[in-house]
């Protein structure tokens, strides 16, 4: 029986991905068209289809290859994974995000929590809450000694005296409780100033700062409350906060929308004020709007990440390389195979946390009653809710099972699922073919940079 | 080979060893947490 292998061609480059072994090959023309046939023709019949190009000898070289390749479980490997039993019952929260303001400064169009409020009215966190939250956080984190705590909004800076004094109390409680607790923010960057920065670089693991690219793409979505743009005000307060970040974990994140399917070009506009570390990812909208991504843009969507793979390919090889962070892969040392199978973990191993203190899976779930897990008082109560996350994996959604990428993509975002489909397990097949789309361009820019790194020469291919 | 170059050296299957330590980040693949995917982190084990 052989498994499905995935092959395509990029920058230049036949590959050729072995899902279940991970193993990813650069293949020459003839072994990518014996490929074609291989599962399906004996040597004989390869042979004979394809001798009007090829010398008989060649097949056979390459053929044996193949073998070789099948033969060490690197091409074509069996689905091993299938029946194994995740029992994810003993699973820890690993982190929470902290919704310190159900409130912001600006009125996205784009914004999934209702511009701030998520829909149950603007308010601040509370630090007596806050603290509630640490100590939720550390009591169901079990051993795990490195936890995280994310603060969001709405825009959090808007509440910046309590975050720093939940900051200064997480980590009084972390020490006592043998654990270290890393900080994280997502702002608008609305409200960032130099004593602020200064801060956050001192207390904060990881930044994420949002700017949409072009000052006429961003202004057309990033409103402020008055209705004008809002990149004039953001993006110096970014560009400075970057530079003071230096080398620290940090990302400039932007949203793509049917308005800008030339996205590259915003990346690029990103990297062009110095930011190295970005990320760029399509808005996730049900409603018919004008920005609203549909099924007819895919194709579009599909050519822009190509340009963009094309780019940052280019800027590599001039020196000025930048990061984009659904460009990145890890293809040696990823996570093992449990947690392959389900890589959310909304619910169960991350949870979001209201300024009213109530627990949802995660934030953008915040505000639907059906989807409350408890509060910071009782704790998780709605355990069958909690059960339903856990069970999840996928190899419980017939799409997910057979799909090439399912090692890289986990199952993806279970919110997405349930707000364009209603349920947390069916896919939202956009999202996931501009995903496969993504993991192809990052694995050919990994293959890329291994095979042509060397005096521009692929490393074989001595043929 | 002279045909095929294969780009990575470990298995996944390799990974059936490993004890899923649970050790490894939390992924988020939504909007605003800029989809911290599976397939971008590493194990920490």
């Given at each position: 029986m052989y498994s499905k292998i995935h092959k395509y061609k990029q920058l230049g480059m036949n590959i050729v991905v072995d899902p279940v072994s991970g193993s990813i090959h650069v293949v020459d023309d003839l072994t990518y068209e014996i490929l074609d046939l291989y599962t399906e023709n004996d040597f004989n019949t390869i042979v004979s289809l394809l001798k009007n190009k090829y010398s008989e000898d060649e097949i056979k070289d390459a053929y044996d290859e193949i073998e070789s390749l099948r033969n060490k479980g690197l091409l074509y490997s069996e689905d091993v994974y299938k029946d194994l039993d995740i029992?994810?019952?003993?699973?820890?929260?690993k982190a929470i995000c902290l919704n310190v303001a159900h409130d912001c400064n600006l009125r996205c169009s784009y914004c999934f929590a209702s511009t701030g409020d998520f829909k149950g009215g603007r308010k601040l966190m509370s630090y007596e809450v806050g603290k509630k939250a640490i100590d939720f956080l550390i009591k169901n984190s079990g051993n795990r000694k490195v936890v995280e705590v994310d603060f969001f909004g709405g825009e959090p800076l808007m509440n910046f005296e309590v975050v720093k004094k939940i900051v200064e109390y997480g980590r009084d409680e972390a020490e006592k409780h043998g654990k270290t607790i890393k900080y994280t923010i997502t702002t608008n960057?609305?409200?960032?100033?130099d004593e602020k920065s200064t801060y956050i670089n001192e207390n904060f693991s990881n930044v994420v700062l949002s700017l949409d690219g072009r000052k006429e793409i961003n202004d057309g979505m990033r409103k402020r409350i008055d209705g004008s743009g809002s990149y004039d005000v953001i993006a110096p307060k970014i560009k400075n906060f970057v530079f003071k970040r230096g080398n620290k974990e940090h990302y400039v994140r932007g949203t793509f929308t049917a308005k800008n399917l030339d996205f590259t070009d915003d990346v690029l506009h990103l990297a062009d004020m110095g930011i190295r570390e970005i990320s760029v990812e399509p808005v996730v909208e049900k409603e018919d709007t004008d920005y609203t991504l549909k099924q007819e843009h895919l194709e579009r969507i599909l050519k822009e990440y190509d340009r963009l793979t094309e780019e940052y390919i280019k800027r590599i090889d001039e020196g000025r390389p930048f990061s984009f962070y659904h460009f990145k892969i890890s293809?040696?040392?990823?996570?093992?195979i449990k947690k392959r199978l389900q890589g959310c973990g909304a619910g169960f191993e991350y949870a979001a946390i209201t300024p009213d203190g109530e627990i949802y899976p995660c934030h953008q779930f915040v505000g639907n009653e059906l989807y409350k897990l408890g509060n910071v008082d009782s704790g998780i109560e709605n355990k069958l809710l909690q059960e339903k996350f856990m069970e999840?994996?996928?190899?419980?959604r017939e799409e997910c099972s057979q799909c090439w990428a399912r090692f890289y993509?986990?199952?993806?975002?279970f919110a997405n699922n349930y707000n364009m489909n209603g349920d947390i397990n069916k896919p939202y097949e956009l999202s996931c073919e501009m995903q496969k789309k993504r993991f192809e361009c990052a694995i050919a820019i990994k293959a890329y940079e291994m095979m042509f790194k060397k005096n521009n020469k692929p490393q074989q291919f001595d043929n | 080979m002279r045909h095929i170059v294969t780009i990575n050296r470990t298995s996944l299957k390799d990974s059936l060893k490993k004890p899923g330590c649970g050790e490894c980040q939390a992924s988020c693949q939504s909007a605003c947490k800029t989809s911290c995917t599976v397939a971008n982190q590493e194990c920490q084990n």
């Open positions: 029992n994810r019952e003993n699973s820890v929260i960057g609305v409200l960032l100033d293809l040696d040392n990823g996570p093992c999840s994996d996928i190899y419980k993509c986990s199952g993806g975002c | -």
